[in-house]
């Protein structure tokens, strides 16, 4: 700044303009931390929802119930049944008599896949060679539906081989698991946990606050007063910034200690990370806040047009490689999906600045975006 | 009861007047859906594929062959060292990394040793990393029969696993998701604007003014829960009808019975709402508390991650999550076709929640109020 | 003339702070009662339990012949109730907010458009009737306020610092509005901290820290202090409550 070139009286302006913004500023702070009922809020909420979804959430395979309607009752049809109980992934629930109970058994929902062994299956063993047996699955939940039918195949396959009257041996298969060799639910989970309550939050907060000031009034105080949109922008940022960054220190030491994630990469680039994607979602809250007249809206719409777009389109539970390339768009415009790149890269990968330079430039261009939408409503406003 | 519509008339006057708020709650909610439900799925096709091949033989030609062939797998890179198998992986441009091992050919026709094929799989997905593994599996095991098949004439006996995909034999996502998501948003908005909706008036002191009135703290509630109760129905209902038309939802089961569960559940959205509304001072707080049940619920409801797999305590914690009933009833009444005798748990469920927690709601209503 | 309001060792403690200090008197029915004190002295307290909102620790109170604790209900369909905030829907346009409030007193179809054309024609809202509250200027909605507390025919009718944030002639308009009020024989019970508004009462009292410390009409008061403004009275028993302090 070239200081030297203003005058004496510029100069002294400069510095009332800095006093007052600075005792805007501390105004910010006092009215947030005086709301003792919403500080507790503001931290005891995200703490108690990275805690519950940490062990809540997880597609592990495991414990599917299912059925068997063992026509055949054979040694073999028993032996495979027994080595399908003993793979541990699955729990009989139901033992069935008849084709006939399979959609009572799927109705009531207690089972997700039916196996079923017909009553000529011995014959076909040991005549054809080739004896069918039915999975049946219930694909009104397809996940656990493929899951299911493609882990049954695969301990059929193998008992197959195993049982097969030639020497089995044939191949030796290894699999080496990359960045999550105990194939940890929390790994896909946590990351996005973390994004959507952190970009959920900010938004939120800095939303409500703009529109709070349009209600009262007190936004036309401001808008006669010397600071200019910018720095009242700025100023409303700053104290949700330090409280936001707090926030998500704890939920991803959380993340850290509780469950088990792991802290490969920079602890540098992570703060880095944290602090963009932060200011990023705090500014998109701005945003919000001044396309709206009232609290409420500005609360209405925060919530519902982040809420499940960033759920379903982020990465956090559809792979974004899954999605149709219109939503793949929009994905790369909501923040949260570039900070859980950056989390995964960061902490499970360890990669470095050269790898995810393109989420970092993105969450910032994005604040920039935001930003300056924002001000051009503000000053249109005026 | 007349005082009830006269504060049902005000509420809708109120509701259609706020331009601000109404498109968020009709046009956006549906447009969400419709949005979303592109967006939820779990397929998993176009698996990047990188090989790596140190035998160079035709057997390994071929087993590549297999792997590109059953359309799961697209053959991406060449790999021929560890490092650039290491970055591929670092950069997330690859699936899965199959190496076969020298002397493959040689060895898979010898019977004391057999050849290590591994996989290196990208598991920052577990889920995703599980179904890679199988299908690799069972890719190069069913080549090693075939293999093995070819130079041995006398098979043996196999088990041939027969799928069979029942409700959605098409296995389209589509089709579960969507009335899933529906109810999701409908809950969200419900749970959302009774609670701002009551706080706000307490804050404005629009309800201290109706405490002086003859009217009741019952009345005045009623007054609240019955407009929101058609925003969901309207809200529910138009979603459904646009993933009839858009997405071609199967309806197999009862429109009648679906309408008879809605109309039971929505009281329990409207009592949490509520209920929040009186355990909070500000907007704002309404705000948060709201959001943090929404979510639990949202996330916790089966319809993204299995209820089944999660822990006793949370599966516990679960049966207060009313989400978690309504995408049970969903895929029964429209993809099973279940009758009365298999939803009325449901509804009895929702009947006994929706009057505790209203009750509860009133109850601190009138402590508060 | 008929007691209207009869408060008779009256208090409300909130925990162990007293707001309400067995307070007593009486107002008969036409009266204009004004009710002054400090912010904190106990007067919002005081009316919100005559006005059925609150429930008395210990005391009577009755207003309209029914008994606040017992009979809250009935209290509540017989007095009218004005707050400082105003408390009217301002998404709703003028005739939307007299239908509303004319329907929740329970008043039939044909008193509800007469008691309307009676606010109408007497406010002159011809114009303005199908116009959102929020656009009507502040002195408006203060009358529409008054007028809407008064819809039902109330006997005490409760005005809660209704004259804040108006410019002195709207605030002159409205003592006008209450006079008139007052001689149709309504009881109105007023607290304002104008003291200047005191000088319009009939009778008042002043409350400091719970207790009545003072209770008459403006003259006698002066008299009694030796003073000539209702304000150096306020003064005088304020300034004894800070000595003790």
């Given at each position: 700044m070239p200081y030297f070139n203003f005058s004496p009286a510029e100069r002294q302006t400069k510095y009332n303009l800095m006093k007052k913004f600075y005792a805007f500023v501390q105004k910010e702070f006092y009215h947030i931390f005086r709301d003792t009922r919403t500080m507790m809020i503001l931290f005891a909420l995200p703490i108690a929802l990275v805690i519950i979804f940490g062990y809540a959430l997880n597609n592990d395979f495991k414990n599917i119930p299912i059925g068997i309607l063992n026509q055949s009752k054979d040694q073999t049809s028993e032996k495979l049944i027994h080595r399908i109980v003993g793979s541990g992934y699955f729990v009989v629930e139901q033992t069935l008599e008849k084709p006939q109970d399979i959609p009572k058994a799927f109705k009531s929902g207690k089972v997700k896949l039916v196996v079923f062994f017909p009553s000529s299956f011995q014959q076909d063993l040991y005549h054809a060679k080739k004896a069918p047996v039915q999975l049946i699955a219930d694909a009104s939940d397809i996940n656990t539906a493929i899951n299911t039918t493609s882990y049954l195949s695969g301990i059929i396959g193998e008992f197959n081989n195993e049982n097969g009257?030639?020497?089995?041996?044939g191949v030796q298969l290894s699999s080496r698991m990359i960045f999550n060799q105990r194939l940890l639910s929390v790994y896909l989970f946590i990351p996005g946990v973390i994004a959507l309550i952190l970009l959920i939050i900010s938004a939120l907060l800095t939303s409500v606050t703009l529109a709070r000031e349009k209600e009262t009034g007190t936004l036309e105080l401001l808008s006669i007063s010397p600071i200019s949109p910018y720095m009242i922008i700025i100023g409303k940022v700053i104290p949700y910034l330090i409280l936001s960054l707090l926030n998500s220190f704890i939920i991803i030491l959380l993340g850290i200690f509780v469950f088990g994630l792991p802290m490969v990469g920079s602890v540098a680039l992570l703060i880095l990370a944290c602090f963009v994607y932060t200011v990023a979602s705090l500014s998109l809250g701005i945003l919000i806040s001044t396309r709206v007249e009232t609290q409420q809206a500005a609360m209405f719409a925060s919530l519902v047009s982040l809420m499940m777009p960033t759920m379903l389109l982020s990465g956090f539970i559809f792979p974004i490689e899954s999605l149709p390339l219109p939503l793949q768009l929009i994905s790369n415009i909501i923040p949260a999906t570039h900070f859980i790149i950056l989390i995964k890269s960061i902490?499970?990968?360890?990669?470095g600045i050269s790898l995810i330079w393109k989420p970092f430039f993105i969450l910032i261009a994005m604040t920039a975006v935001f930003i300056l939408v924002s001000i051009q409503s503000l000053k249109r406003n005026k | 009861m007349r005082n009830i519509l006269v504060l049902v008339r005000k509420e809708f006057l109120q509701i259609f007047r706020n331009r601000q708020l109404l498109p968020f709650m009709t046009v956006l909610p549906v447009v969400q859906v419709i949005l979303l439900t592109f967006a939820a799925n779990y397929e998993i096709k176009n698996l990047r594929l990188g090989i790596w091949d140190l035998d160079q033989s035709a057997s390994s030609s071929q087993l590549v062959h297999k792997f590109t062939g059953a359309n799961f797998f697209q053959a991406t890179d060449l790999i021929d060292n560890q490092k650039k198998a290491d970055d591929l992986l670092m950069q997330d441009a690859i699936d899965l990394v199959l190496v076969i091992p020298k002397d493959f050919e040689k060895n898979s026709k010898l019977q004391n040793s057999p050849p290590a094929v591994q996989f290196q799989i990208n598991a920052l997905n577990n889920s995703k990393a599980g179904i890679v593994q199988n299908y690799a599996n069972a890719i190069t095991q069913d080549f090693m029969s075939e293999l093995r098949g070819n130079a041995n004439v006398i098979g043996s006996a196999k088990i041939i696993p027969v799928t069979n995909f029942w409700y959605n034999p098409t296995l389209n996502y589509k089709t579960i998701m969507l009335p899933g998501i529906v109810a999701e948003v409908m809950t969200l908005i419900i749970i959302l604007i009774c609670a701002l909706n009551v706080v706000r008036e307490r804050e404005i002191g629009t309800i201290e003014q109706l405490n002086v009135t003859p009217l009741k703290k019952h009345e005045f509630i009623l007054g609240k829960l019955i407009p929101f109760w058609f925003i969901g129905h309207f809200i529910f209902w138009a979603g459904i009808a646009l993933g009839r038309l858009i997405f071609h939802i199967p309806m197999v089961g009862s429109l009648g019975l679906l309408e008879l569960f809605l109309a039971i559940f929505l009281f329990v959205p409207l009592g949490i709402g509520l209920f929040i509304s009186t355990a909070v001072e500000t907007q704002q707080q309404a705000l948060f508390t709201s959001f943090f049940f929404i979510i639990l619920f949202i996330l916790m409801c089966g319809l993204f991650t299995p209820v089944e797999t999660m822990p006793d305590w949370a599966q516990w914690v679960n049966q207060l999550n009313p989400l978690k009933y309504f995408v049970e009833v969903n895929r029964l009444i429209?993809?099973?076709?279940?009758?009365f005798a298999e939803i009325y748990p449901f509804i009895l469920k929702m009947f006994v929640y929706g009057i505790g927690i209203n009750a509860l709601a009133i109850w601190r209503f009138k402590k508060t109020s | 003339m008929e007691t209207v309001v009869k408060v008779n060792q009256l208090t409300k403690k909130f925990g162990s702070f007293i707001a309400t200090n067995a307070i007593s008197f009486e107002v008969k029915k036409g009266e204009i009662f004004g009710f002054l004190?400090?912010?904190?002295?106990?007067k919002t307290t005081a009316m919100r339990m005559l006005s059925g909102l609150l429930t008395p620790s210990s005391g009577q109170a009755s207003v309209a012949g029914f008994d606040v604790s017992t009979q809250a209900e009935l209290v509540k369909q017989n007095i009218g109730y004005m707050s400082q905030k105003f408390s009217l829907y301002e998404d709703l346009t003028i005739q939307e907010n007299i239908d509303f409030y004319g329907g929740v007193y329970g008043l039939s179809r044909q008193e509800k458009k007469d008691r309307s054309n009676d606010i109408v024609s007497k406010f002159q809202l011809e114009t303005v009737i199908h116009k959102l509250v929020r656009t009507i200027p502040l002195g408006w909605k203060q009358k529409l306020a008054f007028a809407l507390a008064l819809i039902h025919k109330p006997k005490v009718v409760f005005l809660d610092e209704p004259t804040g944030g108006v410019d002195p002639i709207t605030r002159r308009q409205f003592w006008d509005l209450i006079y008139e009020a007052a001689h149709d024989g309504v009881t109105i019970f007023i607290t304002t901290h104008y003291m200047d508004e005191a000088e319009y009462c009939d009778r008042v009292s002043i409350m400091v820290d719970g207790l009545i410390k003072a209770l008459g009409t403006p003259s006698e008061l002066k008299t009694s202090f030796q003073v000539d403004s209702m304000d150096a009275v306020f003064q005088l028993l304020a300034r004894g409550t800070a000595n003790k302090i």
């Open positions: 009257r030639e020497n089995s041996g902490m499970i990968k360890g990669a | 429209l993809l099973k076709g279940s009758g | 004190g400090a912010n904190g002295a106990g």
